[in-house]
Each structure stands twice: as C-alpha cells, then as structure tokens.
C-alpha cells in the first residue's frame, strides 16, 4: 500500500515521536577490581548524547552509584541508585554528571558521564567540587578528557 500526501506525512511524523532513533543505551559496570584497580567503575568516563541511558551494573556486589552534588548540568535533580542494584542514569541535558559509589567515594569510586559536543556548561562548577583525595586523584583525568 502506497501513501502519499497528508496521510503520508502523519504516519511519518507518528514513527518519528514513536521511537527515539538516535539513543543509545550504555554499560558501566561497577566492579570491586579493575583495570585501573580496586573499587572501580568500567569505563569511567562515558561520551553520551542527550537521551541516552547509562546503566551502571553491579557487576559485584556492594556498590551503588549515585550523582555527586555540584556535578550535574543546571536543573538536573540529584539521583540516587539502591545498593546491589541497578542505576539507569538518563542524559536529559549537556553538561557533565558526576557519579559515585557512596560505599566506595573514599576509595576513588568515581565516573563521569559527559553528555553532548564540545565544552560543557557546568565544567567550572564540576572542576570546583571538593573530593576525597583518592576520588580527586581518579576524577581529575576525567574531568580533563572531558574538555
């Protein structure tokens, strides 16, 4: 069946609403060893868009992930994950969104999501958060591969 016109353009125009065609659905895991050591998120820095979804995955138990106050894109609502579960992080907004293990914060258990091109809005704002000495030391190579 062939449609043309009218017709045409609302069933198009319907599929596109329908299904986000571009989002993409990525995996970190949260692991008590790593490839960069103990109480690690794999990878720990993530390249998103807007839409995405960041599932962070309790590949081991006793983690949990959770945003980290002052890192989030302005008007992005802090989030927190329940131990040993799951934690679908969702990019609604350009900008850099800092997550942690609160378990492991200590530790150095940090990742970084960084959604969209280019320079991030509230880089300042997540350069300036103070941070565990362990968390500052795996943070910093983050926060300079997001530039």
Known sequence: MRFTGPLAAILIGGLALAS???????????????????????????QAAPGDKVHFMPTDAGHNAETIPGMLPDGVAAAKGAMGKEFVLTATKPGLYGIKCLPHFSMGMVALVKVGNGAAPNAAAANAVALPPLAKKRMTPLLAAAK
Do not use: C, H, S, W
């Open 20 to 46: 986000p065609a571009f989002a993409k659905d990525i995996v970190v895991q949260m692991k008590n060893r790593g490839a960069d050591g103990l109480m690690v998120f794999e990878p720990a820095f993530v």
